[in-house]
C-alpha cells in the first residue's frame, strides 16, 4: 500500500451557492482536511437567460490551485465535482459555444408535454430510472432544441459541468458516470448512455462521449496550466456528483438496521443506496430516482427543495446574520406554520420571502415576520417532508427505515435535525458537513493507492469526522 506521509490532495467542490477547495492527508487512522480556498457562485443573467459565468468559475478553479502553490503544499492528485443536470456545448475545436445554462432557468417550464409525445413517462422512467422534472438535463437540450437549435448543430460534444473544468485543466474530454446519471439520457442498467432514447428525442448521438468511471485517471495538467498553478499534478475522476462524493463517506449498514440518506445543502436529496437500480410503478408515482454512486452503486433518491430556501431568506432579510445564528433564532420562535417546500413556486421565486409569507396567508396560517420565523416555517416544512419521504421509502423498498444519516453543509443545523428526528421517529445521525469534499478525496487516494479499496476509505473517515446524534423527542403535531 502507498505511504501518503506528507502527500496532499486536493478536492475542487463546486456547489450552487459557492465553492471551496480543500486540501487532505492521511495521517495515521485519520483523514485531515484543511480548506486553503473558498469564493461565492451565483447565477448570471444573459440572454435573457440564467445562467452559469464560467470564465469566472475557472478563474476561481485556479486560484484555488494558486492558493495550494502559495502554501508550499503542492497535490500529489485533484479531483473537481459539481451539482448535477447542467452543461456546457464544446465546438469540433473545443471551444464553450454559447452560455452555460442554470437549471432554474424558466425556458424549460412545461417541455416535459413535448418530450412525452416522443417517449411517454412511463417509458421513460423504465429506461433510465429518472424522475421526469422540468430541471432535467433532457429537458434543458429540448428547450436548446426549440431555442438555441444553431448550438446543437455546431457542437462537437456536450460536457457536464465538472467534465469541462477536467477537460480545461488537461485537455481530455470525458463524461463521468455519477454526473451524466443526472441527465435522463443514461441506462442505469448498462451505465452507459441509451443512445437510442437520444436519437428518439433528437438528440445529436456525436454529444455523447463514452462514459467513464470514478477512479479513472484523467490526466495530468496542461502545459499553460502548469504555469498559471505553479506545478503539475495528476486529475483523477471521483464521484463528480456532489452528492454522489458526499454520501461515499457511509459505511455499509449494521445488521438489522436499514438507513435513510440525506444529502443536504443547497437541494436536499433523501433515499437510500442499492446495489441495483429501483425502478418500478410505485417508484415513478412517488417521484423517486435511480442516479450513479461510486463502485457502480445505485443511488434511490427524491429531490427536496433543501436549504435553496433558507439562503435565499437570509439574503433578503439578514445577510449579516450567520446561518448558525439563523437557525438558533428559528428554534426559539414558537410559529407553527408550514408550506409546501416541494411546490414549484419556491423553485425560483422573485422574493423567497414574499413567496413563504403569500403560502401562509393563502392557506390561512400564522403569517411570519422576522427572519427566525420564516426560517422555522422552512425548518419545520423540511423536516416534514423528510418524515413523509422515509415512509414513501419504505413503500418502494419494502425496507423499514431505522436511521437517518445526513450528510453535507445541512448537518449543521441542529434545529433541523433535531425535528427530522421528532417528526421521522427514528434517530438521526448528522455529519460530516464536507462530506462532498470528503467523498472526493477518499476517490483519489483509493485510485492512488493509499487506501486499498473503499470499505478501508470508510472506517478511515469514520475516525475522521464528528458525528452527532439526534433522539426523537415527544412527537410534535404535524
Known amino acids: 500500500m502507498k505511504t501518503a506521509e506528507k502527500q496532499y490532495y486536493l478536492a475542487a467542490d463546486f456547489g450552487a451557492s459557492g ?28 440572454d435573457h437567460m440564467m445562467c452559469w459565468d464560467m470564465e469566472y468559475l475557472t478563474m476561481q478553479l485556479i486560484e484555488g490551485m494558486k492558493r495550494c502553490r502559495d502554501a ?35 425556458r424549460t417550464r412545461g417541455l416535459y408535454r413535448s418530450i412525452w409525445d416522443n417517449v411517454s413517462e412511463q417509458e421513460l422512467y423504465k429506461r433510465t430510472g429518472i424522475q421526469m422534472a422540468e430541471f432535467n438535463t433532457l429537458c434543458q437540450l429540448a428547450a436548446d432544441g426549440r431555442d438555441r437549435p444553431q448550438l446543437l448543430r455546431q457542437a462537437g460534444c456536450m460536457l457536464m459541468i465538472p467534465d469541462y473544468f477536467g477537460y480545461y485543466l488537461t485537455g481530455r474530454r ?7 446519471s443526472t441527465s435522463q439520457l443514461l441506462d442505469p442498467k448498462k451505465k452507459d448512455w441509451d443512445r437510442e432514447l437520444a436519437v428518439k428525442l433528437g438528440i445529436p448521438d456525436r454529444l455523447l462521449l463514452p462514459v467513464r468511471m470514478p477512479g479513472e485517471r484523467l490526466g495530468s495538467l496542461r502545459d499553460e496550466v502548469k504555469e498559471k498553478v505553479g506545478f503539475d499534478c495528476d486529475v483523477i475522476l471521483p464521484a463528480t456528483h456532489d452528492t454522489a462524493s458526499a454520501l461515499m463517506v457511509m459505511p455499509e449498514c449494521a445488521k438489522g438496521k436499514t438507513r435513510a440518506v440525506i444529502s443536504s445543502g443547497t437541494w436536499s436529496l433523501m433515499g437510500m443506496i442499492t446495489e441495483e437500480p429501483v425502478i418500478c410503478e410505485a417508484g415513478r408515482k412517488l417521484k423517486f430516482t435511480n442516479e450513479g454512486g461510486f463502485g457502480g452503486k445505485n443511488l434511490l433518491l427524491k429531490n427536496s427543495m433543501g436549504l435553496w430556501m433558507i439562503q435565499n431568506i437570509r439574503k433578503e432579510t439578514a445577510p449579516e446574520m450567520s446561518f448558525e445564528t439563523l437557525c438558533t433564532e428559528a428554534e426559539r420562535t414558537e410559529i407553527a406554520s408550514f408550506v409546501d417546500c416541494n411546490s ?4 425560483a421565486p422573485d422574493s423567497m420571502v414574499k413567496a413563504v409569507t403569500g403560502f401562509c396567508k393563502r392557506t390561512g396560517q400564522q403569517i411570519p415576520e422576522t427572519p427566525g420565523e420564516l426560517a422555522a416555517v422552512v425548518y419545520r416544512s423540511l423536516a416534514k417532508s423528510y418524515a413523509a419521504i422515509r415512509k414513501e421509502l419504505e413503500t418502494v423498498t419494502g425496507e423499514v427505515c431505522t436511521e437517518i444519516r445526513i450528510v453535507g453543509g445541512g448537518s449543521n443545523a441542529g434545529y433541523l435535525n433535531q425535528l427530522t428526528a421528532d417528526y421521522s421517529g427514528v434517530p438521526v445521525l448528522a455529519g460530516p458537513a464536507e462530506a462532498t469534499a470528503a467523498g472526493n478525496i477518499m ?14 476509505a470508510q472506517a478511515c473517515a469514520a475516525s475522521s469526522f464528528e458525528i452527532k446524534k439526534y433522539l426523537p423527542r415527544e412527537r410534535p403535531e404535524i
Open 19 to 46: 465553492g471551496r477547495h480543500i486540501l487532505a492527508v492521511r495521517d495515521g487512522e485519520r483523514i485531515r482536511m484543511q480548506e486553503v480556498y473558498r469564493f461565492s457562485n451565483s447565477p448570471v443573467i444573459r
Open 72 to 106: 508550499g503544499k503542492i497535490p500529489a492528485c485533484m479531483g473537481i465535482d459539481t451539482w448535477g443536470l447542467d452543461y456546457v456545448f464544446l465546438d469540433r475545436e473545443g471551444r464553450i459555444l454559447g452560455n452555460a445554462a442554470n437549471h432554474r432557468d424558466r
Open 174 to 180: 470525458a463524461q463521468e458516470y455519477t454526473n451524466a
Open 344 to 347: 414549484d413556486e419556491f423553485l
Open 443 to 456: 476517490a483519489q487516494m483509493t485510485a492512488d493507492g493509499v487506501f486499498k479499496d473503499l470499505e478501508e
